[in-house]
Each structure stands twice: as C-alpha cells, then as structure tokens.
C-alpha cells in the first residue's frame, strides 16, 4: 500500500501591529535526563513526522528529583535556533546564551555540574510560553565561561551556553515544571496573562498552587467499536477511577493499550494531542477547574451503535 506524502504546508500569517515581544525572563530551569523518566513527545502523523511545534504531555522525573533553577540578565541573554544538516536529515541547532552576574563559589561550582553534563533547559519568553533546550535524541552540549571584570567600570559574568540539535527550534512546553518551591503549570494561554508560571519569583508558582487547591470529578467514557482495547487514568502516575475526585491543576494521563484506530482522545468535549508508541497511545493534561469528562473514539463498524460506554480501567 502506498504511503499517503500529502505535504505538511499551511499558511503563516502576522496581522500588522501585533506585539511580538523579544528576549527572555530572568530564571531558567533545568535539570539532567538522567532524572528524567518520560518525556513529554511530538505529534506526529503516520509518516513520523511532527506535526507540531509544541510537545505533548509533561516531563516525569525519578522520585525526589526536581528542576533547579538559576535566575539571569535578561538583558544579556539571549536563545536562538539554526538549520542544520542535509536533505533529507536537516534539524535544527538550538542555542542559549544565559548570563548570571555572579562570580562567587555558587556561581563557579557551576561548572562542576554543568560541565560534561547532558542536561534539558526550560526558557520561558517575555509572552509567558516555556520553550525546551534538550532533546530525548541527542546530547546537550552545556559550557560555563566566567568573567571577572576589568576595571572600576567592569562587570562580573559567568555565562552558561548551551547547544542542543532538535526537530524544531526549542519546542513549546504546555506541561508541569515540578520545582523545589512547588509545581508550575505552563499555560497555553499565556498571552492572555493567565500562565501560572514563574518569572523570576517564588510567587507564581505558589499563588498557581492557591488557585488549584479544590477537586472536581474526573470521568471518562469510550464511544465506538474499540475491541480489546483499555483506557486507563493516572494522576500524579497513580491508575485511578472513572468518577474519582481530582485536584485542579493535577497532571492527567490518558493511557490506551491496543488502541488501533483511536481517532481522538477529547476533555471536555476538545481534541487533546496524542503520542503513539507501538499500540499504546497516551495523551497528558493539566486537571482544570470543573468537573471533567474524558473521552476516547473509535470508528463505528458493524454490530456496533456507537453508543457511550462505561469506562473500563481493565482491572
């Protein structure tokens, strides 16, 4: 059977006199993969290709492993992204350039683990969107330089660059950043000035955590023929119950096993993105502040009405 190579093309369009504000805020996050234990993935279409710029789902760490922070001059940092390579194997070169004006025993030990260190970055820019530097694929180059001044006028540096070769340029992160001060929830609103993130202060991310403090009721249900098929709900990584109560802002993941021909996993009645691994899909959200209804869709064929089904979390 022939491969479906309809091209991925759409149209770009700016209207004139929309804000595009440049730079980026003064913390950066970070930690090593090897604290990482899934990674959040690409859409992509049944060709592997990614069709999106922004990653599915949230980074979930080892026990006890959180993101560390080092806070910046926005003003001298900057993050950038170049092509790279041959046709048909071109990706792109993503590059952060971030200055701490420090030079003290903190700021040099630095160095120590960062250094030979294949590490992730989280960037968040002046419009309130977290975009990663690190990849599942390949190593991350991190190199710290240190400038102690010159001078009465001079100015003290240690400057932490990074280079790392990604599908896209630093792609956009809509999942939880679990720190030591707390969880942050990187919103796709954030133009809108509702992102619960941290720009450069504990208080974001506590005063996010006050706005999620009730729970509400996750359900779900499968519509259509799905066979031998299982569709399971974890919070936090732990399987629950359709119907059980959930807190707001608590990460969801949808799991379905042998899930051949799911067209789409819906929350509240909106397509959410899915990641395939072999036969098993996955789909991550953050819990919102209602009562919420998941739901996971299959072809209707013969001997089936399509009607709701119970959720079965095959135990």
Same mark, same amino acid.
């Given at each position: *059977?022939?491969?479906?190579?309809?091209?991925?093309?759409?149209?770009?369009?700016?209207? /004139?006199?929309?804000? =595009?504000?440049?730079?980026?805020?003064?913390? %950066?996050?970070? $930690?090593?993969?090897?604290?990482?234990?899934?990674?959040?993935?690409?859409?992509?279409? !049944?060709?592997?290709? &990614?069709?999106?710029?922004?990653?599915?789902?949230?980074?979930?760490?080892? !026990?006890?492993?959180?993101?560390?922070?080092?806070?910046?001059?926005?003003?001298?940092?900057?993050?950038?992204?170049?092509?790279?390579?041959?046709?048909?194997?071109?990706?792109?070169?993503?590059?952060?350039?971030?200055?701490?004006? #420090?030079?003290?025993? =903190?700021?040099?030990?630095?160095?120590?683990?960062?250094?030979?260190?294949?590490?992730?970055? $989280? %960037?968040?820019? /002046?419009?309130?969107?977290?975009?990663?530097? #690190?990849?599942?694929?390949?190593?991350?180059?991190?190199?710290?330089?240190?400038?102690?001044?010159?001078?009465?006028?001079?100015?003290?540096?240690?400057? $932490?660059?990074?280079?790392?070769?990604?599908?896209?340029?630093?792609?956009?992160?809509?999942?939880? $950043?679990?720190?030591?001060?707390?969880?942050?929830?990187?919103?796709?609103?954030?133009?809108?000035? @509702?992102?619960?993130?941290?720009?450069?202060?504990?208080?974001?991310?506590?005063?996010?955590?006050?706005?999620?403090?009730?729970?509400?009721?996750?359900?779900?249900?499968?519509?259509?023929?799905?066979?031998?098929?299982? /569709?399971?709900?974890?919070?936090?990584?732990?399987?629950?119950?359709?119907?059980?109560?959930?807190?707001?802002?608590?990460?969801?993941?949808?799991?379905?096993?042998?899930?051949?021909?799911?067209?789409?996993?819906?929350?509240?009645?909106? &397509?959410? @993105?899915?990641?395939?691994?072999?036969?098993?899909?996955?789909?991550?959200?953050? *819990?919102?502040?209602?009562?919420?209804?998941?739901?996971?869709?299959?072809?209707? &064929?013969?001997?089936?009405?399509?009607?709701?089904?119970?959720?079965?979390?095959?135990?």
């Amino acid at each position: *059977m022939a491969k479906n190579c309809s091209p991925l093309q759409r149209s770009l369009e700016w209207c /004139m006199g929309t804000p =595009e504000l440049p730079g980026i805020r003064r913390r %950066i996050y970070y $930690i090593a993969k090897s604290k990482i234990v899934q990674w959040p993935k690409y859409v992509r279409d !049944a060709n592997r290709r &990614s069709t999106e710029a922004t990653l599915s789902g949230s980074f979930l760490l080892a !026990a006890d492993a959180k993101w560390q922070f080092i806070d910046i001059l926005a003003d001298k940092s900057q993050l950038t992204s170049e092509g790279q390579g041959e046709v048909p194997s071109q990706t792109q070169l993503n590059k952060l350039t971030a200055v701490h004006p #420090g030079v003290g025993p =903190e700021a040099t030990a630095a160095a120590c683990y960062l250094n030979n260190s294949d590490n992730v970055f $989280i %960037i968040e820019d /002046m419009k309130g969107l977290y975009r990663v530097v #690190g990849s599942e694929k390949w190593l991350t180059k991190t190199t710290v330089a240190q400038d102690n001044g010159q001078g009465p006028t001079g100015a003290t540096s240690t400057t $932490i660059s990074v280079e790392a070769t990604d599908e896209v340029p630093a792609p956009f992160y809509m999942g939880v $950043i679990e720190t030591e001060d707390g969880e942050i929830f990187c919103s796709d609103d954030a133009e809108s000035g @509702n992102a619960g993130g941290n720009s450069g202060s504990n208080s974001g991310s506590n005063s996010g955590n006050n706005q999620n403090a009730n729970s509400y009721q996750l359900t779900a249900n499968r519509i259509g023929n799905y066979g031998n098929a299982t /569709m399971n709900l974890y919070v936090d990584g732990a399987l629950v119950n359709s119907g059980s109560s959930v807190q707001a802002g608590k990460l969801v993941r949808v799991v379905v096993n042998n899930g051949d021909d799911l067209s789409q996993i819906s929350v509240n009645g909106s &397509s959410i @993105n899915m990641s395939v691994d072999e036969s098993t899909i996955t789909a991550t959200f953050t *819990m919102p502040s209602r009562n919420t209804v998941v739901q996971g869709y299959w072809p209707v &064929s013969g001997g089936d009405d399509g009607g709701d089904e119970p959720f079965d979390d095959g135990n």
